[in-house]
């Protein structure tokens, strides 16, 4: 059986969101945080439900509609979200009320939207969509992991077509942690210049990425997604270095055959080490692309990544601000994307031309 | 009379597509109807030349039959009058009525004329195939998979057919839908069960295609909960109606003495020493790494390291009791707090940790979906090991008691300030719980390499959603009621099979309600035995689903059946009660566990006798 990408739609902190141009004019900014920027959510939902949600949430129901509208599907065959943190915005304004108002007089709505199945939930609350729906929560992976889920339905016969998203937000106290601990830079910089730094740290993102996976075939699809695979704390580089080369054996396929790997380098020395090995080994003869200088750094990242794959090979066009060198084969018809998170949870995706 | 028959062919024809036993064969976007049914013919190689004198309806219906029959139908088997056919539509062949009576004013076509009669479909496909058993056509406004059922059944059944065609054939301009279905007396290794709910499964696109995937087995379990700090502990309890609830010791907090919860007895001190890890760690890491170590020491899987072996978990907070203490000092100044308590503040740490000291590391994620977050791990790790990605996984859930989530189940003023009633109609509200429960999930081939007998299989499972409130469940109770029904369909069972359903039976009015209401509208006049093991346990949240499923587990092997604490009267909107006393040795052969949560997420598991 054949899956492909029938659509997709981004919130993030680039022009991602509905008609715009595909990253020809990318949005640049000075600093070490990286919002993603809000559509005209009154397109998406009610007036009254946008006061009650949290920015997460709003993301979320807006990409996945919009992804819905792009495929002409009303009510998906499931709904699959993969987020990190969850609704981190709701947990941290009801743990702080907790504290502060030393646990009296509490207002219950924080809590009701802090559990991590929201955006799925408010999904199928205003589809009306009584199909499966799950959230997945395990850090660099958790989107992969929706990914696997939505592959299994569909290989299952479970479902035509299965929505499937990793959405994630940046508050200012997890921005204020993660910096204490160490994942972003210490000072300013240039996010679109973010790989010549040489220096520790990242940039923070966020963003909501969906995407309808079907094993229908159609004119409009994006992609055919060949499938995706995760793996955990390998021993060494020459480890790595397997798990991508058997990955692509299950699809027929050598390295060479692949005519673009989009990489998770996020501009942190250490973690960019990894990507630099490979580069030099399994990656030294394919073109290279990046992206978490236009998203930033986030357990569910790979969602761009994928969005960028997706209409790479759909535009048949590669924007100039992803491309690390050159690219050899024009149009690309093999995409890899290939993320490491702390070099602890590795996931390779691979898609191909319809 | 005891239906019989099996479907072991199907086909639907249907929006440009043409599907066989659900899987869809081929696909004809830009056509219209006359060349989508011409394309279809001359995809599938088909060679008739009565092909081309047929009305749509003829061709549409001949089409499905062909493609039902190719490779599947052993004609040989029968004599042509033991086969029959039996069709249906809304319209009869208005389609051709209305052209034949446009041909009225010029020149009366013979041809449309032979046509204006629905059962020529039924004749078309008779003589090509040599059918001479009972045929029939008959018009209803909809698909009636229940007419057809018993129909075809009664025929079955007293002999008169040996196999049947039958289904729903309907084309008026440029609406059409073909489905039809070839039911045998005999088995075969693709065929499900004839029953109304399958025909209607097929009709609407929605194909167990799972009932052929492998069996998954339950080899090992393990549990830590207020009632005890192991499986044999827990079972002593139940046996002793021994409730685990009472006032808060470990927690900080000024609800304690007020609102009473199910503690697991030790201290965090005491959870550092039996695991060996350090004191500083999250509660739920501590009690997950008991239930799960225990789990897969129980299943003594020989030769673990040679298989494929993955960790799925879940959780509602992660490491939040760790968190509440950084954001005391954080709060103040967002340069203080102790990092180590935030590290592992996600949920994917805890699954982590443990895996860690389980080390497996082939694969591993987490789930959470609120209150039904290890019901929906447990049978993730079923179908990796039904898609063949692995071969044992190690599936369940923890939670300890937070400030956080007792709040927060505080603000909603759905916490009982004594005992919790489920199933009462005096009930008040829920206590919360924590602790953990794991099984250990193997395939058909680990399952037979094992020294003893596993405890049960993984028959079905479903998950759906209410979409009717964030946290309130809808008055019918329409999502648990759909996880329970299709969970059923996907053992292919009846609700009358289900020997035992350990509720979700929090002891809040509107959960108890609407699963009342749903458990009314599935099991009316066949109601199984029931309880609510949280009148023990508390509500563990994401470990309910964990530790509920080891209940459960238990309740197949030992023919267990679990009381329902303090159970006094019967709900008004309900005509049953839970079970009272606690029973063992019971002949116990299917076990429905319900785990339904915030966000409509609402799951149901079934575990079955091997």
């Known amino acids: ?354 | 009379m005891t239906k019989e028959g099996h479907i072991t062919s199907s086909c639907v024809i249907s929006s440009n597509t043409v599907y066989k036993n659900g899987k869809h064969l081929f696909i004809n976007t830009g056509a219209d109807v006359p060349d989508f049914l011409n394309s279809i013919y001359k995809y599938f190689d088909l060679s008739y030349s009565r092909f081309y004198k047929m009305d749509s309806l003829s061709k549409l219906g001949w089409l499905a039959s062909e493609i039902l029959l190719k490779d599947t139908f052993e004609k040989d088997k029968y004599k042509p009058e033991d086969v029959g056919l039996i069709l249906s539509n809304a319209n009869a062949s208005l389609d051709t009525d209305m052209k034949y009576l446009n041909s009225v004013s010029e020149i009366p076509s013979p041809s449309l004329f032979v046509y204006t009669l629905p059962n020529i479909v039924t004749g078309e496909i008779c003589i090509r195939n040599n059918f001479k058993g009972e045929d029939a056509f008959f018009i209803f406004e909809n698909f009636n998979a229940r007419f057809l059922e018993n129909y075809v059944s009664n025929l079955l059944t007293s002999d008169i057919l040996q196999a049947c065609i039958c289904g729903w054939v309907e084309l008026v301009d440029e609406d059409y839908k073909a489905a039809l279905f070839l039911i045998e007396k005999d088995k075969s290794d693709e065929s499900i069960s004839f029953t109304k709910e399958h025909l209607n499964m097929i009709f609407d696109n929605k194909k167990a295609a799972s009932a052929n995937l492998p069996e998954v087995y339950i080899a090992g379990v393990g549990v830590i909960s207020a009632i005890g700090n192991n499986v044999a502990e827990c079972i002593t309890a139940f046996e002793h109606e021994k409730a685990g609830i009472g006032d808060i010791t470990h927690m900080q907090t000024i609800h304690r003495n007020k609102l009473p919860v199910a503690e697991v007895g030790f201290t965090n001190e005491e959870l550092a020493q039996i695991t060996g890890l350090p004191v500083d760690i999250s509660r739920t890491t501590m009690l997950g790494v008991i239930a799960a170590k225990e789990a897969l020491q129980d299943a003594a899987i020989p030769d673990l390291s040679s298989l494929r072996t993955g960790f799925v978990s879940a959780n509602t907070v992660g490491g939040m009791d760790k968190s509440e203490a950084f954001f005391i000092p954080f709060l103040a100044d967002n340069k203080r707090g102790k990092l180590r308590n935030v590290f592992d503040h996600e949920c994917g740490s805890v699954t982590e940790a443990i895996a860690d000291e389980l080390k497996i590391k082939d694969y591993m994620t987490t789930i959470s979906t609120a209150c039904s977050s290890s019901a929906n791990s447990i049978f993730y790790g079923a179908r990796l090991i039904k898609n063949g990605l692995l071969d044992v996984v190690v599936a369940g859930g923890a939670d300890a008691l937070t400030k956080f989530t007792l709040n927060g189940f505080n603000t909603l003023m759905i916490l009982d300030k004594g005992f919790c009633k489920p199933f009462d109609e005096n009930r008040q509200g829920l206590n919360l719980g924590e602790g953990a429960g794991y099984v250990v999930l193997v395939s058909e081939k680990v399952a037979k390499n094992l020294n003893k007998q596993p405890y049960c299989k993984l028959s079905g499972y479903n998950n759906s959603n209410d979409a009717y409130h964030q946290t309130a469940s809808s008055p019918d109770g329409t999502g648990s009621y759909l996880a329970m029904k299709g969970a059923l369909e996907k053992a292919n069972l009846q609700p009358s099979d289900i020997d035992y359903i350990n509720l979700h039976g929090t002891g809040t009015p509107n959960n108890d309600s609407a699963e009342g209401t749903a458990v009314k509208r599935l099991f009316d006049s066949v109601y199984p035995a029931m309880s609510s093991t949280k009148s023990f346990t508390g509500h563990t949240l994401g470990a309910s689903g964990g530790i509920e499923a080891v209940f459960s587990a238990l309740a197949v092997k030992y023919g267990l059946i679990y009381p329902n604490l303090r159970f006094e009267t019967q709900m008004k909107e309900v005509s049953f009660s839970p079970e009272t006393k606690f029973q063992k040795g019971k002949q116990i052969n299917h076990v429905m566990s319900n785990s339904f949560g915030f966000g409509g997420n609402c799951s149901s598991l079934i575990f079955s006798k091997i």
């Open chain 1, 1 to 354: 059986m054949k899956i492909y990408i029938r659509s997709t739609a981004a919130v993030s902190p680039q022009n991602t969101f509905g008609n715009a141009d595909f990253l020809i004019e990318p949005v640049e900014y000075y600093g070490t945080r990286l919002a993603a920027i809000e559509p005209d959510y009154s397109k998406y939902i009610d007036p009254k439900s946008i006061r009650r949600m949290s920015h997460v949430i709003k993301m979320g129901v807006a990409s996945a509609k919009e992804c819905l509208n792009q495929a002409g599907v009303e009510i998906p065959g499931a709904i699959i979200t993969g987020t990190a943190f969850g609704c981190l915005e709701d947990t941290v304004s009801f743990l702080t009320r907790v504290i502060e108002m030393d646990e009296e007089l509490l207002p219950p709505t924080a809590f009701i939207q802090s559990t991590h199945n929201t955006v799925a939930a408010q999904i199928a609350l205003l589809l009306k969509c009584h199909q499966y729906n799950n959230t997945f929560v395990h850090k660099g992976i958790s989107f992969e992991s929706a990914l696997l889920d939505a592959v299994m339905l569909l290989n299952e016969n479970e479902a035509d077509n299965v929505l499937v998203g990793g959405t994630e937000e940046l508050t200012d106290a997890s921005f204020a942690i993660l910096t204490r601990l160490s994942l972003y830079k210490r000072w300013p910089v240039d996010n679109l210049s973010i790989f010549n730094t040489r220096s520790k740290g990242s940039i923070g993102g966020e963003g909501a990425v969906f995407f309808l996976l079907t094993d229908k075939e159609n004119e409009t699809n994006l992609a055919e997604f060949k499938g995706v695979q995760t793996f955990y704390k390998p021993e060494n580089i020459e480890e790595v270095e397997k798990k991508i080369i058997s990955f692509l054996k299950q699809y027929d396929l050598k390295i060479e055959d692949i005519d673009l790997v989009i990489t998770g380098k996020n501009g942190d020395l250490k973690n960019d080490d990894i990507y630099d090995q490979l580069n030099q080994s399994v990656f030294s003869n394919v073109s290279l692309a990046n992206f978490k200088h236009l998203c930033g750094e986030y357990p569910t990242a790979s969602s761009f990544g994928l969005w960028l794959a997706a209409n790479i090979i759909k535009k048949g066009d590669v924007p100039a601000i992803v491309i690390e060198d050159e690219v050899k084969t024009d149009p690309p018809k093999n995409v890899l994307i290939y993320n490491h998170y702390f070099n602890t949870y590795h996931s390779l995706m691979l898609l191909t031309a319809c």
